[in-house]
């Protein structure tokens, strides 16, 4: 039905969760109900979309792995390259790896098939395609993680994504 974005005691984005999580969370008393769509789950208790819990949760420092579908998101479905925006994109290594460029963050990017062929075994200034952005690794787990879902539209989040 519908995801709830769920806060630490400090409002900082924790993660996602279904909403019968959510109002588990609510009813123990675990949590705190901070926004809701308007819907009702039962008379008297509306469905929640951002929830906050009651006591801080420490959150584990977790590393971000380099897979395609994360390079995608991190490049936000655009060619680095040209700009285009399109969901079969491939993925370029800047260095390439037959001349000593590594599997890295900073080393590799989202391309469309037509700049990576153009591009092929050269580097960007080789090839005269300068990037649009300069590739890094995301920042936190648990943003990187939240941004992949708050394309929902789910815009009773922005205010606490932001920064995050």
């Known amino acids: 039905m519908s995801k709830v974005l769920v806060l630490n005691a400090s409002y900082e984005p924790l993660n996602i969760t279904s909403w019968r999580r959510a109002v588990v969370l609510l009813i123990k008393g675990k949590a705190e109900q901070i926004e809701h769509n308007g819907k009702m789950v039962s008379n008297d208790f509306p469905l929640p979309t951002v929830i906050r819990l009651r006591s801080y949760v420490k959150i584990p420092y977790k ?28 993925i370029d290594h800047i260095v390439p790896r037959s001349r000593g460029g590594k599997d890295a963050w900073d080393n590799v990017v989202a391309a469309c098939l037509k700049c990576n062929v153009k591009k092929g075994d050269r580097t960007p200034r080789e090839a005269y395609m300068p990037l649009l952005s300069v590739p890094r690794r995301p920042a936190s787990h648990v943003s990187f993680e939240i941004s992949k879902h708050s394309l929902s539209g789910q815009t009773a989040w922005d205010k606490y994504l932001i920064g995050a």
């Open 63 to 90: 590393e971000i792995s380099l897979s395609r579908r994360n390079v995608l998101h991190r490049d936000e479905y655009t060619c680095q390259y040209c700009g285009d925006r399109r969901h079969d994109l491939t």
